[in-house]
């Protein structure tokens, strides 16, 4: 099993300029989660999903948006990238959410210029 | 005030030493509590659950302490492995379900 899957790792966008990342567990997770990771901050949870087809805001949701299509990958997609979103991003999911231990992704090291 | 605060350290330590890290939590409706690690440049992982009646594997051992809000690793004869950022994770029951993640205590051990 692969578990968590996140592409790309790295990527470099001029501000204004879209992308998406993708995430990919093979684990038959029902929760995921986006959450981005600054210096000197703890992980901040962007969106989540309890299910295929069901999405959800987290903490700092603004700049983005997901998509949950199919159970196992879920999308972050940032529209018009920032400065303020150069960070690393990391997917997780978990078998439900009450309490359950989450497994990450690797990670993208986004900067925006 | 944060909702989870931990020491960001960093904490250097010789191998074989003990080493012990807090982190408090603001909210009392917080129903469940973990230690995470993340290694440098990495993603985090889980190290351990924490018991309201305290655990431990191996050689780290988890305290929760709920009248004071607080929760604590220890780590008895360190070795140069152990050494990354440790994570508390408090999940909260409020309406809904909320994970908070700590910022992280680093710990370097030298040989």
């Known amino acids: 099993n692969a578990g968590v899957t996140q592409t790309p790792k790295f990527r470099v966008l001029k501000t204004g300029q879209s992308m998406t990342l993708l995430c990919a567990q093979d684990m038959n997770h029902e929760y995921m989660y986006w959450y981005r990771q600054d210096p000197g901050m703890g992980l901040r949870l962007i969106h989540y999903?309890?299910?295929?087809?069901?999405?959800a805001k987290g903490e700092v949701p603004d700049g983005y948006n997901v998509s949950r299509l199919k159970k196992q990958n879920f999308l972050l997609g940032l529209e018009s990238a920032a400065p303020s979103q150069t960070s690393v991003y990391f997917c997780a999911s978990s078998l439900n959410r009450d309490g359950n231990e989450q497994f990450f992704g690797p990670g993208t090291r986004l900067t925006v210029l | 005030r944060k909702e989870v605060e931990q020491d960001p350290g960093p904490f250097n330590v010789p191998e074989g030493a003990t080493v012990a890290f807090n982190c408090t939590y603001s909210n009392s409706a917080s129903q469940s509590f973990f230690w995470y690690r993340q290694d440098c440049r990495k993603e985090p992982k889980l190290l351990m659950s924490?018991?309201?009646s305290g655990n431990e594997d191996g050689r780290f051992t988890a305290q929760l302490n709920r009248a004071s809000q607080y929760i604590s690793l220890l780590i008895r004869d360190s070795k140069l492995s152990d050494s990354a950022t440790y994570l508390c994770?408090?999940?909260?029951?409020?309406?809904?379900?909320?994970?908070?993640f700590g910022a992280g205590t680093r710990l370097f051990v030298k040989a």
């Open positions: 999903s309890v299910g295929e087809g069901t999405t």
């Open positions: 994770v408090v999940n909260l029951r409020t309406g809904g379900f909320k994970t908070i």
């Open positions: 924490v018991y309201s």
